[in-house]
């Protein structure tokens, strides 16, 4: 099943700059077949499902195993049953 989400990823307790474990999360991303388009304060994503959520978890166990102790991630789903929903579809 084709989705659109968001996706915000907050490492916290890791001083001002995100900007290493940020690069590392889109880098993951960009590791799939999925249409990105990063802005100020996440990710928007479009692609299949199941692998959006699987990649989630891939980026939580990747960040932790590099050293940072707590990450909170924000992920918006959608999904439709009428069309197949694109981020193309979602610009005005």
């Known amino acids: 099943m084709k989705a659109t989400a968001e996706l915000q990823m907050v490492p916290i307790g890791e001083g001002v700059s995100v900007r ?32 959006i959520l699987d990649t989630v978890a891939d980026i939580h166990t990747s960040l932790h195993e590099q050293g ?16 197949e929903p694109t981020l193309a579809g979602k610009r005005l």
Do not use: M, P, W
């Open 68 to 83: 940072c102790v707590r990450l909170v991630s924000y992920l918006k789903l959608e999904t439709r049953t009428d069309k």
């Open 20 to 51: 290493q474990e940020i690069t590392r999360v889109i880098k993951i991303l960009k590791e799939h077949d999925f249409i990105i388009e990063t802005h100020a304060s996440g990710t928007n994503i479009e692609g299949e499902l199941n692998e």
